[in-house]
Each structure stands twice: as structure tokens, then as C-alpha cells.
């Protein structure tokens, strides 16, 4: 059972440059979430879906886009990489809002 | 506005000692309450979390928090550290109403452990 799964797991942008993050859970999750963590800061929302083909903007949106086509899957897009985008991205499912989430092991994204 | 805090943003214990992680929170109704533990370069993992009834709340690894509506606190405690404890640990809340229910974090306490 392998949970919620992100790729990759380490990467260096420069900027200008996009890519896209991806997540896959397989506990059939309705709920999907992105966060960036920051020193200090804690997590914070960037985008989230309750369910396929839908989402919504978290605390801090700009910059990133999302999708959600298949329920199993949660992408992050950076279109134009910025170096404060420099952080480390979560994924997270749940089953619903007051649920625990599952959380994935993260992706450390440096933008130079 | 709404807000979730932990004060203590670096607490060292040594390994065998009592320890208690502070965390308040200001919504107008109590919110659903969690803690989760983060370990180096980890996801996060749920504790325990409170959402009505018995105040005093056990999770894993012999964690356990008590709601004190009265101080509008979530903290959470542990008898006897183990040096495996050592981690960042996050409060976090989820509005029992609103449009923006999603799980909303505290800035993290680190938790160092001497042996």
C-alpha cells in the first residue's frame, strides 16, 4: 500500500523555467491537497480538489496551477519559476475535511 | 482573524523527561483539533486529533493532548521522551464551519532530545 506518492523528489529550476509536480494517492481519496513548507512558517495551502475535476485556491495560490483529471491524481504546475518558489511541496489526500490527511514525502524544489 | 500558534518554536529535553508542546488556537467556535509529527526530511504523520467529547485525547506513540476550551488550548504531552522523539511537530485546526475548512498549520515546534 503505497499511500500518497510524489514525484520527483528533488529538483533545480532556473528561473523562468516551469514544471510540473506530480501526486498519486491509491487509498481512492476524494480530497487532494498541495502545501509548501517554509522555515518557520509551517504549511501553508496553495491549491486543493474535492474531488475529480475540480479545484480551489488555497492561502497562497500565485504562481501555481493545478489539475485534477483522474481521481488518483493531483499535479502542481510552476508555469514561470520564481526563486521564492524555492520551498518544499506536500501532497496530501483525505477521505474528507475533518479526516486525517496522508501525507506524501515531499519534493525539495530549489529555483536559482 | 483566525489563527492557530505554537509559541515555542525550538524546546530541548533531555531523553527520559516529561515534555509538553504548547498550542493555541483563536476561531469563534473550536475548531477540529490535530497534531501531527514531522521527522527529518519526512511527510507528516497524525498524532491524535479532538473533535468533541472526552478532553484528554491519546494518540500513537504514547502521545496524548488535552483541549482546555477555558485557554482555547490544544497542547500535547508525552511522560518520558525517547531520543526517537526528536522531530518538528506541527498543531493544526480545521473550522467546523466557513467555506475555508481545509487543515490550516501552526509554524512547528522543534523538538531536539539530549541524550
Known amino acids: 500500500n503505497a499511500g500518497v506518492t510524489q514525484t520527483p523528489k528533488f529538483r533545480v529550476l532556473k528561473t523562468g523555467q516551469s514544471m510540473t509536480l506530480l501526486c498519486a494517492q491509491d487509498m481512492n481519496h476524494e480530497y487532494m491537497y498541495w502545501y509548501r513548507q517554509d522555515p518557520g512558517m509551517g504549511l501553508r495551502l496553495i491549491h486543493y480538489s474535492v474531488g475529480e475535476g475540480t479545484t480551489a485556491k488555497g492561502e497562497v495560490p500565485d504562481g501555481y496551477n493545478v489539475s485534477r483529471l483522474k481521481k488518483q491524481n493531483f499535479l502542481l504546475g510552476l508555469e514561470s519559476a520564481a526563486p521564492s518558489q524555492t520551498s518544499v511541496y506536500f501532497c496530501?489526500?483525505?477521505?474528507?475535511?475533518?479526516?486525517?490527511?496522508?501525507f506524501g514525502s515531499g519534493t525539495r524544489l530549489t529555483v536559482v | 482573524a483566525q489563527s492557530v500558534t505554537q509559541p515555542d518554536i525550538h524546546i530541548t529535553v533531555s531523553e527520559g523527561a516529561s515534555l509538553e508542546l504548547r498550542c493555541n488556537y483563536s476561531?469563534?467556535?473550536?475548531?477540529?483539533l490535530f497534531w501531527y509529527v514531522q521527522s527529518p526530511g519526512q511527510g507528516l504523520q497524525l498524532l491524535l486529533k479532538y473533535f468533541s467529547g472526552d478532553t484528554l485525547v491519546q494518540g500513537i506513540k504514547g502521545f496524548e493532548a488535552e483541549f482546555k476550551r477555558s485557554q482555547s488550548s490544544f497542547n500535547l504531552r508525552k511522560p518520558s521522551v525517547h531520543w526517537s522523539d526528536a522531530a518538528e511537530y506541527f498543531c493544526a485546526v480545521v473550522p467546523r464551519s466557513g467555506s475555508a475548512r481545509q487543515l490550516t498549520f501552526g509554524s512547528g515546534t522543534q523538538l531536539t532530545v539530549l541524550p
Open positions: 496530501a489526500s483525505s477521505r474528507g475535511t475533518v479526516y486525517g490527511y496522508t
Open positions: 476561531y469563534g467556535a473550536t475548531p477540529y
